[in-house]
């Protein structure tokens, strides 16, 4: 005979609502507190860019830079625009006044809360005068093209290059350290030798050609010491070729290991 075994009753368990559940209403709170932090960071009028103040600019004018920038501030969220300051990207900004402003060596900019930003900026100086393809620029001390001149201005440096090859502003021509090479031979030849320049000829990446008023050259060597080349035209100069004499000269040549000159 089977004894029949008892079985307890199989309940089911109601299932919690998630309206009591104290983990849902947290997250509920803390999506709200999130959202609403957003909004307020992003389009509260609190912190809506509203001002760019700009210092340090002499040829790039306030309006320019105001125009370029503007439009860069806005952001879109669907059918919602904000020009937080929160949302600025000033690395994005300061590498495109860079390239629409040759002129602009160094920027600034900076936020200052609520609603400005802060534009210092430093613009390029002109070291000297670069022509090539009939087409003159100025140069900076970095060697760099920043804008183009019609004409010559008295008591520059005039550097031509021999090599036809198309330019663009805010391109680097030639090196810093051959710029002050440059620099360095117009003053002594002035000043210490008392020799008038008429301008400086780059025919290659080594070879230098100074022109002289009297219409004579003198040829260096841009990867050798150039105080010693300096120094051995003064002792030629001075030992070989008499005062009245220079004019009869169409070159002295120190790009060697020894001078040599000729005349016509």
Same mark, same amino acid.
């Given at each position: 005979?089977?004894?029949?075994?008892?079985?307890?009753?199989?309940?089911?368990?109601?299932?919690?609502?998630?309206?009591?559940?104290?983990?849902?209403?947290?997250?509920?709170?803390?999506?709200?507190?999130?959202?609403?932090?957003?909004?307020?960071?992003?389009?509260?009028?609190?912190?809506?860019?509203?001002?760019?103040?700009?210092?340090?600019?002499?040829?790039?004018?306030?309006?320019?830079?105001?125009?370029?920038?503007?439009?860069?501030?806005?952001?879109?969220?669907?059918?919602?625009?904000?020009?937080?300051?929160?949302?600025?990207?000033?690395?994005?900004?300061?590498?495109?006044?860079?390239?629409?402003?040759?002129?602009?060596?160094?920027?600034?900019?900076?936020?200052?809360?609520?609603?400005?930003?802060?534009?210092?900026?430093?613009?390029?100086?002109?070291?000297?005068?670069?022509?090539?393809?009939?087409?003159?620029?100025?140069?900076? /001390?970095?060697? #760099?093209?920043?804008?183009? $001149? &019609?004409?010559?201005?008295?008591? +520059?440096?005039? =550097? *031509? !290059?021999?090599? %036809?090859?198309?330019?663009?502003?805010?391109?680097?021509?030639?090196?810093?350290?051959?710029?002050?090479?440059?620099?360095?031979?117009?003053?002594?030849?002035?000043?210490?030798? /008392?020799?008038? #320049?008429?301008?400086?000829? $780059? &025919?290659?990446?080594?070879?230098? +050609?100074?022109? =002289? *008023? !009297?219409?004579? %050259?003198?040829?260096?060597?841009?990867?050798?010491?150039?105080?010693?080349?300096?120094?051995?035209?003064?002792?030629?100069?001075?030992?070989?070729?008499?005062?009245?004499?220079?004019?009869?000269?169409?070159?002295?040549?120190?790009?060697?290991?020894?001078?040599?000159?000729?005349?016509?």
């Amino acid at each position: 005979m089977k004894i029949a075994q008892y079985k307890k009753p199989y309940r089911l368990k109601k299932k919690k609502s998630i309206l009591k559940s104290r983990f849902f209403w947290l997250t509920i709170l803390i999506l709200i507190i999130i959202g609403t932090i957003f909004y307020f960071l992003i389009f509260s009028s609190v912190f809506q860019i509203k001002e760019i103040k700009i210092s340090g600019n002499q040829k790039v004018s306030n309006e320019n830079l105001q125009e370029k920038i503007s439009p860069q501030l806005t952001k879109n969220f669907w059918r919602f625009s904000s020009r937080s300051i929160f949302l600025t990207n000033l690395s994005e900004i300061k590498e495109n006044l860079f390239k629409d402003f040759p002129q602009i060596a160094e920027i600034n900019l900076k936020r200052k809360f609520p609603n400005s930003l802060i534009l210092e900026i430093e613009e390029r100086r002109p070291e000297a005068i670069w022509c090539s393809n009939n087409l003159c620029f100025f140069v900076d /001390k970095e060697g #760099i093209i920043f804008e183009e $001149i &019609s004409e010559i201005p008295l008591n +520059n440096i005039e =550097i *031509k !290059e021999l090599r %036809e090859k198309k330019l663009e502003l805010g391109e680097k021509v030639l090196e810093k350290e051959i710029l002050d090479s440059i620099k360095t031979i117009e003053t002594k030849l002035k000043e210490n030798l /008392k020799i008038n #320049i008429e301008e400086f000829i $780059i &025919s290659s990446e080594e070879r230098l +050609n100074v022109k =002289i *008023k !009297e219409n004579w %050259e003198i040829y260096f060597n841009l990867r050798k010491d150039i105080n010693w080349q300096i120094t051995e035209l003064g002792l030629i100069l001075e030992k070989e070729i008499p005062l009245e004499r220079r004019g009869d000269l169409e070159y002295i040549d120190l790009r060697f290991d020894r001078v040599y000159y000729k005349y016509r």
